[in-house]
């Protein structure tokens, strides 16, 4: 990091170490460095990819080698470029790229444990396993579509703090197969419509899947489909690398989003292999590769070793930008001190002092005023007050603003060339929102947010599963929640939703009872330093539950008692979650009047219930020997409060289309059924008190 080291660096800023003024025998080391690296860590693993990281290091090695711009030593710098191996199966080419360029945590030793338990060098990139790896990639489609939150992250951010802070690029190395899934088109088409002219994708055109060649297919122009979306695009040699440099260079000057299509040959180097798809997923063999290492001309060099001058090459190269970085620095350090504060608070993801006291003071009002309200409205009057106070607050909806109630006071919308809004129309392009809301997340700076309905979280799951796997804090915020609403019928009505969305590990899923509840996991959600949430809200209105104020948040408790017995020792305890809080609660009503005592708990999410103490959910669930769990969705997960003996009083199918009334009552979801359950249940344990209450003890984790 000297200044002579810099000033004799052969790769300056913005000229790769091969190309119009570089030396190609130099380009040709680099490139074969990284190609042998990748061998060696899929054949010392007996597993993985070798095409793509072979088919594409040209393209990689001028990337990195002097175009994008990082500094392994600093390598959380909040203005580097973004990199993202959306073509996550390649993931040696990563691995190598990042132990040549100098980052610590991908040392020989490392590599040498590609693929295995507890290696930072796992079989596809995963985000928080070293620095490095800006997200966990795999599912083709998810790390094009995240790099579309993280480009449109830095220029929102720009508009915020300016060039002097902000200024960097997003690139994108992906795959055909990346290209085939549908969640590319929603990407390419909403980031060509923003014209985030900071984002760069590198196709791997190399034509071949794993069934065989991609002709068995695909027929269309991927040129022309990405150029109608608004992109610019163009095709080049892969393997020239004059010609790659001259791509890059262009897309840093365009005024759109760029598409590089990189004709390669998957497998370059692999004379029994190259062009086929036998190279695609499989260790080339020890003969193949002793070929492959013969014929890149380190035949006489063993596995993992990288000859001293290469090496030295590429650590010069990943130290280009260390002048470029020490100058953000002191810029930074320049800035007022207020205004250096709050960069540093929204890149940490510290929330906005005096944010939780405020959201407690809202459910503290809604306690004393009691409204009625669908929870959806509810959500729409916490997000005024959490907008009022974080400016890194992004939302968004996928053309149901009005119905999700995501846009609020306050907020102006993103636009095309102009990003100092804070609310994102994604259009009806669910999957592509939620992914990008990773990306949001991942660049850092922002507390994304974006809304559709329930049953089209469907179309979001796998975007979902991987915030839950990466631990980023995102809010997806999925209103018209049960047969509640009503007369759109049955494909708009989520029955096995709620219990697709509990089984995703690392996700937390709040359906609120009412406003005063909706405010609360508004708050749980986002005093959730790791890991994304699922607000679960309803379309119809719901009556005030809350009867007084309470000390603390009751609903990041995950489960409370909402009404105690009243008459004597508590006979049934009724669980329930949202819109059914409600039906519990009049039936609880009736039941008293007939001396059977009854407790009513709410549980708003099931993940924060099972966290808590064993003495806390063991009083929370209490002794009653009657347990009912009240949902308008199906049973499933229901068992761990009520036992396989306890009863459930719910949807057992798909819903109809009718007024909402008439629904819950056509599906026996009323505080009647409920009552007939729990007279029943109760005259059956009279003289057995040991039977049920033998089958819903303590909630398991």
């Known amino acids: ?44 693993a007996a597993s993985g990819h070798p095409g793509l990281p072979l088919g594409a290091a040209d393209v990689a090695t001028v990337l990195f080698g002097g175009v994008m711009k990082f500094d392994p030593t600093s390598p959380w710098w909040p203005d580097r470029d973004r990199f993202v191996l959306s073509a996550g199966h390649g993931s040696a080419l990563l691995y190598a790229l990042l132990h040549l360029t100098g980052y610590e945590d991908f040392s020989l030793e490392v590599l040498k444990r590609f693929r295995q338990l507890g290696s930072p060098a796992a079989g596809h990139p995963e985000y928080g396993a070293a620095a490095g790896i800006e997200t966990t990639t795999g599912p083709l489609g998810q790390g094009l579509a995240n790099a579309v939150g993280m480009a449109l992250a830095e220029r929102m951010l720009n508009a915020r703090f300016g060039d002097a802070l902000v200024d960097h690029r997003t690139w994108v190395l992906a795959s055909d197969g990346d290209l085939m899934e549908g969640l590319s088109q929603e990407a390419i088409s909403i980031a060509g419509h923003l014209k985030l002219n900071r984002l760069t994708v590198l196709w791997d055109n190399n034509g071949i899947s794993i069934d065989g060649a991609v002709s068995l297919t695909e027929s269309g122009d991927m040129l022309r489909r990405f150029e109608a979306a608004g992109w610019e695009a163009v095709s080049i040699d892969g393997h020239d690398p004059g010609a790659i440099l001259a791509a890059l260079q262009a897309a840093r000057d365009s005024d759109r989003p760029t598409l590089i299509g990189a004709r390669t040959v998957i497998g370059r180097g ?36 990288v000859p001293c001058e290469v090496r030295d090459l590429w650590r010069m190269a990943g130290l280009r930008c260390v002048h470029e970085r020490k100058a953000w620095e002191k810029r930074y350090r320049a800035l007022p001190p207020e205004e250096r504060g709050e960069f540093d608070r929204r890149m940490r993801g510290q929330l906005p002092p005096g944010l939780g006291e405020a959201l407690s003071a809202l459910s503290a009002d809604l306690v004393r005023r009691q409204p009625a309200m669908a929870t959806r409205k509810a959500s729409e009057l916490a997000l005024e007050v959490i907008a009022g106070l974080a400016p890194e607050l992004v939302g968004g909806s996928a053309d149901l603003s009005g119905s999700n109630n995501t846009l609020v006071a306050g907020q102006s919308a993103v636009a ?64 018209h929640d049960s047969i509640g609403l009503g007369e759109d019928g049955p494909t708009h009505q989520p029955v096995e939703h709620l219990a697709g969305l509990r089984i995703i590990p690392g996700l937390t899923v709040l359906r609120p009872a009412d406003a005063v509840e909706t405010a609360e996991c508004w708050q749980a959600a986002l005093e959730r330093a790791k890991g994304p949430a699922v607000l679960v809200l309803s379309r119809q209105s719901l009556p005030a539950l809350r009867e007084r104020e309470a000390r603390e948040n009751l609903t990041a408790r995950g489960a409370y008692e909402l009404r105690a017995a009243g008459c004597g020792p508590a006979q049934v305890t009724l669980f329930a979650s949202g819109s059914e809080v409600s039906v519990a609660v009049a039936a609880r009503a009736v039941l008293e ?76 979801i009323t505080p009647l059924k409920v009552v007939e359950v729990a007279r029943a249940a109760v005259a059956r344990t009279a003289g057995a008190p040991d039977g049920p209450a033998k089958a819903g003890e303590e909630p398991a984790d």
């Open 593 to 668: 009047e007939e001396g059977i005592g009854t407790r009513v708990v709410s549980v708003p999410s099931f993940e924060l219930f099972c966290a808590q103490s064993p003495a806390y959910r063991a009083e929370v669930t209490g002794t009653a020997p009657v347990r009912i769990a009240v949902e308008a969705a199906i049973r499933t997960g229901w068992d761990r409060f009520i036992g396989d003996a306890g009863h459930f009083v719910g949807m057992s199918g798909f819903g109809a289309s009718a007024p909402a009334g008439v629904l819950f009552s056509r599906f026996g």
């Open 270 to 305: 692999a004379p029994g292999r190259q062009g086929t798809a036998a190279v695609h997923g499989a260790p080339l063999g020890p003969a193949e590769a002793a070929l492959t290492r013969a014929g890149l001309g380190f035949g006489a060099v063993a596995p993992f070793e």
């Open 1 to 44: 990091m000297t200044d002579s080291l810099t000033q004799h660096d052969p790769f300056p800023a913005g000229a790769p170490p091969a190309g119009e003024d570089a030396d190609s025998e130099n380009h040709a080391l680099l490139a074969s460095a990284v190609r042998l690296l990748a061998i060696d860590a899929v054949e010392a």
């Open 416 to 479: 095309p060339g102009d990003y100092r809004g804070t609310y994102v129309h994604w259009g009806i392009r669910e999957h592509a929102m939620a992914a990008a809301m990773n990306g949001l997340a991942l660049h850092g700076g922002f507390l994304p947010y974006g809304g559709t309905f329930l049953v089209f979280s469907d179309y979001c799951r796998p975007a979902i599963r991987l915030a839950a796997l990466m631990g980023v804090r995102v809010v997806f915020v999925m209103t």
